[in-house]
């Protein structure tokens, strides 16, 4: 525990009185208890205090905007939408990401295997070779 009681009233509010002159928690303590869960020392109290008011409060505020975010369904691309889309409108530009066109080249390289009515023969020089995936 950090606290140190000055009283016998250690149940009660009396224990700690709020204009005594000494702290009420072991620095040395409380600052072994942050740097082993966020590596972190620091140098004077007023460094402690803002990060022990900023860690909580900051949590909040992101897990408050994940929340508003989910209700107003808001995320941030929506690629399935958009290349299907794509698909039906040739004017439309995609934003063309890892993703999609990592789901390009799949398909590609699939499509022997998947369609195989189709009849597809591909050249050697387009065919995946060695750990390609």
Not at 58 to 84: H, K
Not at 112 to 125: K, M, R, S, T, V
């Amino acid at each position: 525990n950090t606290l140190f009681e000055d009283g016998d009233g250690a149940n009660t509010f009396r224990a700690f009185n709020p204009t005594q002159a000494e702290e009420t928690y072991s620095m040395v303590t409380a600052n072994r208890f942050w740097s082993q869960i966020f590596g972190v020392a620091f140098s004077n109290k007023r460094w402690l205090h803002f990060f022990m008011l900023f860690v909580p409060v900051t949590g909040l505020w992101m897990s408050a905007l994940g929340v508003v975010g989910l209700a107003l369904n808001l995320r941030a691309y929506d690629f399935v939408s958009q290349e299907i889309r794509a698909a039906e409108d040739p004017e439309f530009e995609t934003f063309y990401t890892k993703n999609i066109l990592l789901n390009e080249g799949i398909r590609a390289w699939m499509a022997a295997q998947d369609q195989p009515h189709e009849n597809l023969i591909f050249p050697e020089e387009v065919l995946p070779r060695g750990n390609a995936l």
